[in-house]
């Protein structure tokens, strides 16, 4: 009797046993299922949010309206540019997280947010917001360089800028030596100069003003300070004329000695050789006559040329004459 009694017992404690273990297994899965379930919710839910600001965006770009004045490949460049600054990393990984890719939720981890867009995003979204605000030629300088995307942006709060009502800006750092300075500056950049903004057309005076104050070590020649100068006597129209230009007027007008040579390696290595600092007409490569100018003082122990160009990005560079010499027009030497 004790026996029946035991296995009876034993019995109970077995199925209560397994009952507990059943409920406590339903009770992890519910537990894992919610979980999993809350989680994909998350990624679903940033890859919503994910993609319809991408949505919001492009259809941003392709809605833009041609601005009167404006070509349609410029508008179009400027489009393409747009929409390849957009990253779309972060919509491919949360798309692969809510497919379950093990990987792509590892990487996200325990972030509530995903990765914010490039700053390029955000500035491309000022322009295009308010597109008719700008010039042409002034967003093929964001076209062409990027990184003056910024410059271009600010246009219309800069654009009534009057350096004759305000204090011309003067350069710092050390006049001994070439300092590298840029025509799309904000200091002088906005500025109406000749038929545009000095920003586009201001490549011969800023290259005035690196020679200039390097020479004369002074540093009151800053781009603004010929960007007053030239339109005295004409020449922020035409930087080059006709038996003048405005690089024998400055010479003349501040005390530089200044010789201008045929546009061949030779005089540019000459020049180079005998301590003078050499300004180049460089041919537009698009074909375009929009000629740059740029400021070459040096030749390294390799014989290549040092580049200061006013209309890079570039603070200098080092190239080969032989890779710029089918392009040199005209060559200025200056010396004291």
Not at 31 to 49: E, G, I
Not at 223 to 247: M, Q, R, T
């Amino acid at each position: 009797m004790k026996q029946v009694k035991k296995v009876k017992r034993n019995r109970k404690i077995l199925f209560t046993v397994v009952i507990v273990a059943i409920i406590i297994c339903a009770a992890a899965i519910g537990y894992l299922w919610f979980a999993n379930q809350s989680r994909d919710n998350k990624y679903q839910s940033t890859l919503d949010t994910l993609e319809q600001q991408y949505t919001d965006y492009t259809t941003l770009v392709e809605n833009t309206a041609l601005p009167e004045g404006w070509s349609k490949s410029t508008l179009s460049a400027l489009k393409e540019k747009a929409l390849n600054a957009y990253d779309v990393s972060e919509i491919t990984l949360y798309q692969n997280a809510v497919d379950g890719d093990v990987e792509a939720q590892k990487k996200i981890g325990n972030s509530e947010t995903a990765k914010s867009q490039p700053e390029t995003v955000t500035v491309y979204t000022q322009i295009l917001k308010n597109l008719n605000a700008y010039p042409e030629n002034l967003a093929k300088l964001a076209i062409n360089d990027e990184s003056l995307l910024a410059f271009v942006a600010d246009y219309p709060n800069q654009k009534d800028k009057n350096l004759a009502e305000t204090e011309v800006p003067v350069l710092e750092g050390d006049m001994t030596l070439i300092n590298s300075l840029k025509a799309a500056d904000p200091r002088w950049g906005y500025l109406p100069f000749g038929n545009s903004l000095f920003a586009q057309s201001g490549a011969p005076e800023t290259a005035l003003s690196m020679v200039f104050s390097y020479l004369l070590e002074d540093p009151k020649y800053s781009p603004a300070y010929f960007a007053l100068w030239a339109p005295e006597f004409g020449y922020d129209i035409e930087p080059v004329k006709e038996n003048d230009n405005i690089f024998g007027g400055a010479s003349y007008a501040f005390g530089v000695n200044y010789t201008p040579l045929p546009g061949y390696e030779a005089y540019v290595n000459d020049s180079l050789s005998q301590g003078s600092v050499v300004i180049a007409e460089l041919a537009a490569q698009d074909g375009s006559d929009n000629n740059n100018f740029v400021v070459i003082p040096m030749a390294d122990e390799n014989g290549n040329w040092v580049i200061y160009d006013p209309l890079s990005s570039e603070l200098k560079k080092t190239v080969s004459p032989d890779d710029i010499k089918e392009q040199l027009v005209n060559v200025y030497a200056f010396w004291r």
